[in-house]
Structure formats: structure tokens, C-alpha cells
């Protein structure tokens, strides 16, 4: 598939995920958050899973436009003591920077709309970061809105010497089982959790 069929493909996907009738995508999103704690917790058996002992701080993201809702999975991990932080988008066409979160903690609409902490909250850097996914491959190769705002992000933490697992968070119905060729600066995912599970790819993306 080559980068001129990418709006169409992106667009498919969309398309997919919003004909999930909303108590399905619901039902749905409390299956994601049930392997994330399962892994979390070391009541998933999988020994092929990444490493969970060196999870500090969590970043997680508001969802928008049919994004499964992990908003209970980050109070959650918020309760079992994860300091979790949501991003923020200080400046256009640049990194994300990641914003302390709580349930308690005041919210204001940032770029695009999308809910976020003020910026008076401390900056964390996550350990593992939760990664809104629209469609993804089975060799951990992500496809997003566009804006390549994660991208950018994952590029700038590696530049920094900064390791942070990151992990997909994504419907079945984003699997891109067509051949699929990412943008060179794209930046591939180290594992997905879709509502059937984890996908794993083949090799280890940044190690």
C-alpha cells in the first residue's frame, strides 16, 4: 500500500470503528482494560509479554472520536498507585508533553478540543505510555490521524535517551491486514492490546 492510498485506508478505519454501536464499544473498552491490569498485575500467564516490573508512571489519553475509553483503566491504575499523566499539546507540529493527572485534577480543552490537565501540574515522564491507535499492523507499525503528534513525541523521548514501552491501544477492526509500507519517520509500537488481546510483534521494536 503506498502513502497515496494512506487518507483512503485511514478513512476505512474510521469508517469501521464508528459502526461499533456504543454498548458494544463500551463492553469492548472493559476488555482492554482488563488485559492491561491482568499484565499489570502478573495475572497474565503470556511469558512472551513485556516486561511489567520496571512500570512506574503510566501516560494514558482522553479518547476522542470512537477511541476505545480507557478513562476508568486510568483511574484505576491511578488507585494501585501509577502516577499517570494524560498529554498536552503545547505547541503545533510539535512533541507531546505529558501532564500529571488524577481524578481530582482540574481539565481544560486543549488543540483539537481534546481534554487535558493544566500545565500548573507536574510534568512526568512515563515509563509506559497507552498510545491511541486507528489502525495498526501485525508487526507493530501504527497508523494515526495524521498530525504525527506520537510520532514526533516517541522520536523526541529516543533522541533523549528516554525508554518508554509503548503500547497500542486499538479495535480489531484496526488491523491493516493489507500490504502496508509506514512513513520514514514513523515510529513502530513495542506491543498492541486490542479488545480480543495482545499483539506482540515478531522482534522488538527499540531495544
Known amino acids: 500500500m503506498s502513502s497515496a492510498d494512506t487518507p483512503i485506508l485511514r478513512q476505512t478505519l474510521l469508517?469501521?470503528?464508528s459502526a461499533i454501536p456504543d454498548s458494544r464499544r463500551q463492553m469492548l473498552s472493559v476488555q482492554i482494560k482488563q488485559h492491561v491490569l491482568d499484565w499489570l498485575q502478573g495475572r497474565h500467564q503470556d511469558c512472551s509479554l513485556p516486561d511489567r516490573t520496571t512500570i512506574g508512571s503510566i501516560a494514558g489519553f482522553w479518547?476522542?472520536?470512537d477511541e476505545p475509553d480507557i478513562i476508568?483503566?486510568?483511574?484505576?491504575?491511578?488507585?494501585?498507585?501509577?502516577?499517570?499523566?494524560?498529554?498536552?499539546?503545547?505547541?503545533?507540529?510539535?512533541?507531546?508533553?505529558?501532564?500529571?493527572w488524577s481524578p481530582d485534577t482540574p481539565m481544560r480543552r486543549g488543540a483539537f478540543n481534546i481534554p487535558e490537565p493544566h500545565v500548573d501540574t507536574p510534568?512526568?515522564?512515563?515509563?509506559?505510555?497507552?498510545v491511541p491507535t486507528l489502525g495498526y499492523t501485525r508487526d507493530g507499525h501504527r497508523l494515526g490521524y495524521g498530525k504525527g503528534y506520537y510520532d514526533r513525541t516517541?522520536?523526541?523521548?529516543a533522541q533523549q535517551g528516554h525508554k518508554a514501552l509503548c503500547v497500542g491501544i486499538g479495535w480489531e477492526e484496526g488491523l491493516i491486514d493489507a500490504p502496508y509500507v509506514p512513513a520514514a519517520h514513523d515510529m513502530p509500537l513495542?506491543?498492541?492490546?486490542?479488545?480480543?488481546?495482545?499483539?506482540?510483534?515478531?522482534?522488538?521494536?527499540?531495544?
Open 15 to 17: 469508517a469501521a470503528r
Open 63 to 65: 479518547p476522542i472520536r
Open 72 to 100: 476508568s483503566l486510568l483511574h484505576d491504575l491511578h488507585t494501585l498507585g501509577h502516577a499517570i499523566s494524560l498529554p498536552v499539546i503545547e505547541q503545533r507540529d510539535a512533541p507531546l508533553h505529558f501532564y500529571q
Open 123 to 130: 510534568a512526568l515522564h512515563p515509563s509506559l505510555i497507552l
Open 154 to 157: 516517541l522520536h523526541a523521548l
Open 190 to 207: 513495542d506491543a498492541i492490546v486490542t479488545p480480543g488481546g495482545w499483539i506482540l510483534p515478531a522482534t522488538p521494536q527499540r531495544r
